[in-house]
Each structure stands twice: as C-alpha cells, then as structure tokens.
C-alpha cells in the first residue's frame, strides 16, 4: 500500500484523519496500514478505499538521540545483571541516554507483548542479555530502525544480529588446565543449561584439556546445572557420593560455586584442603567467600559497554568493524585450589 495515494490536489490525510471519516480507531487504521489482521474484512476495504480516495501522509514521529537504551534479562537476579547494568549506564550516560530494564521472569524470548512496548515507545536501541529474539521479532525491531545487540547470547548469533560474549571455551580450558597442574585428576564439572552456548562452550574446554593431559572424560563428573547456587549444592552432594569422588569442582559460574562451599561445610570437608574449587564470572562478592574463590574472569562490565557502544553507532548509521565481539577471559587464582591430598 502506498503512503501517498491519488487526490485532487489536496493534502494526504493523517492516520487520525483517516479514523475520523471511517467512524474507526486510529489503532485500527494503524493495522491497515501496516498489513496486520484482525481487521474485520468490510472495515478494511472502507479504510483502503479512503487512502486511495484522499492518499496516506505518514506522520514520521520525531526520534530523540538522547532517548533510552532498552535493556533486556531473561532473570534479575545475583550479580549478574548488575555488572551488566553498570556497563550499560556507564556508556549510556555519555550520550545522554536513559536505560530502560525489562525481565522475562526466566525465559530466553520475549512474549509479544513486550515487543509491543519496545515499539511502541521506540527507544534507541535493545541490548538483549543471556536471551534472544524470534526471527520475527528481530524483523520488526529492524522495520522500525531500531537496532539490536546480543550480548552473552544463548545460542549462536549467527552473522545477522550483532553480538558481545567471552571467550568461554578457553575459560573452560584454563580453569581445567590449572586443576591438572595442581596434580587432581578426578576433576568434576557443574555445567549451565544445554542450551546455553557459553555452558557448551566450558563443557568443551574442561574436555579439550582432560584430553590434552589424556585423562579420559568420566560422565559420572559431568553435572548438569543450571546456573543456579541450588544446582552446586545439589550435584556436589551427588558427586562426593560416588566411589570415587572427585578432588576437583569447576563449576560453570560462580553462584554453583558458593554451592559447592555450602555441600563441602554441610559434609564437613575444607575447602582446598579436601576439595578444590574453580567458577567462572568473577562477581565482586566472590572475592569475600571462605576461602577466596579461584574463578574465571569474564569482564561483563566492559562487555556491556560494547554493546551499548554497537547500539549507538548503529543508531548514529555508523558501520559495525565487527559483527561479534569477544573478550579475552582470564584465570584468577585465589585460596580455593590446591593440590589434591594424597591417596
């Protein structure tokens, strides 16, 4: 449908004036428009007709740069999103920009109604945290100009949708590495969910090194968790359990790793003295555990403000030098690793 239409001369009508002379609501028109259904067949013809009749001027709404950044987390909840909050903020605040925080209360995608709010207050750009968007979705954000940036993404972003991660794999390797170094070798994993790229990417690191040093993978190591503090407490019970038990945990993020300090207290062993400990995020309250915690560093604060730096220079109809960006992570040995004791 054509935004101009043929007339007499006459200026093309507003959606408002359209609604007006088709006795309708604007919304309805608005959905005429733009192609949608829901429009009783007789009302859609009446609004065709009068767009031919007197042509369509779309009203192009005024887009503040100085407006808001919509931030998106499938969860709030630890420190986390905090890290990735202040990140955000930080960048935000040098462009005069508001940020706007969403939850999808534990889903990975968000339901229709929330695009609905994103494009209907149309803010500057959405940074999509440990979540992503259907191909839809991401359709429509980019109708309507507004760019998106993936940032510690689910799955496989793929070249389309900008993206910000870590280097999870070699975080996985070099938290395993330092285990083996120690001299343990019955070293056990608490991983995140399956469908979690970074998850699969650390489960892939702790066997890339396992095989290095040709200590075979024994499947009764491997824990399934789901970033939880429950899933450490819960599968450190299960692994001290076995027959033979392992001297090592890495866990696939820091909240498993307090859950792990939570079993070994409840089982009465000391931490490294009797069981060594590894995450990975490296949460600024970590560092205050008994003993410190050995982790893995991803730096998400300055992940985040590469993101929000992608999503202003996509605003800004600036090119991207990179489509996915990844930070180096970095082993911080602290008081929770220690050679195993002897046998």
């Not at 740069?65 to 890290?83: C, D, I, K, M, S």
């Not at 969910?193 to 396992?210: E, I, K």
């Not at 079993?263 to 931490?271: D, F, M, S, V, Y």
Request: hydrophobic content about 40%.
């Amino acid at each position: 449908m054509t935004a101009t239409g043929e007339s007499s001369g006459a200026q093309p009508l507003t959606l408002a004036e359209l609604a007006q002379l088709a006795g309708v609501s604007a919304a309805t028109v608005s959905k005429v428009v733009n192609g949608r259904s829901a429009v009783a067949p007789e009302t859609r013809a009446l609004v065709e007709g009068l767009i031919r009749e007197h042509g369509y001027r779309r009203q192009r709404r005024r887009v503040d740069p100085a407006a808001a950044v919509e931030l998106v987390f499938h969860e709030l909840a630890g420190e986390y999103p905090t890290e990735i909050i202040r990140g955000v903020g930080q960048v935000a605040r040098e462009h005069q920009l508001t940020v706007s925080v969403s939850e999808l209360q534990g889903s990975h995608v968000p339901e229709s109604d929330w695009l609905e709010g994103v494009l209907s207050h149309r803010p500057t750009g959405v940074i999509a945290v440990f979540s992503g968007l259907t191909d839809l979705q991401r359709e429509r954000l980019a109708r309507r100009e507004i760019p998106l940036v993936l940032l510690d993404p689910t799955g496989e972003p793929g070249h389309r949708v900008p993206s910000v991660g870590a280097g999870n794999w070699t975080g996985g390797l070099s938290a395993t590495r330092h285990l083996l170094e120690l001299g343990h070798r019955r070293i056990a994993i608490i991983t995140g969910p399956d469908h979690a790229l970074s998850s699969r990417a650390r489960l892939d690191g702790y066997r890339a090194a396992l095989d290095t040093e040709r200590v075979p993978v024994d499947p009764e190591l491997i824990c399934r968790g789901d970033f939880q503090i429950e899933d450490g407490l819960a599968c450190t019970h299960r692994l001290l359990r076995l027959p033979d038990p392992p001297t090592a945990i890495f866990t696939c993020n820091d909240g498993e790793a307090l859950g792990v300090y939570r079993a070994a207290h409840e089982l009465g062993l000391r931490i490294p003295d009797d069981l060594s400990v590894v995450g990975f995020d490296d949460l600024p309250s970590i560092r205050w555990a008994v003993p410190p915690l050995t982790t893995i560093r991803q730096p998400l604060t300055e992940m985040a403000m590469a993101a929000t730096r992608m999503v202003v220079a996509l605003a800004q109809g600036a090119p991207l030098p990179r489509h996915r960006v990844e930070f180096a992570t970095e082993l911080i040995v602290r008081g929770s690793t220690a050679p195993p004791k002897p046998r």
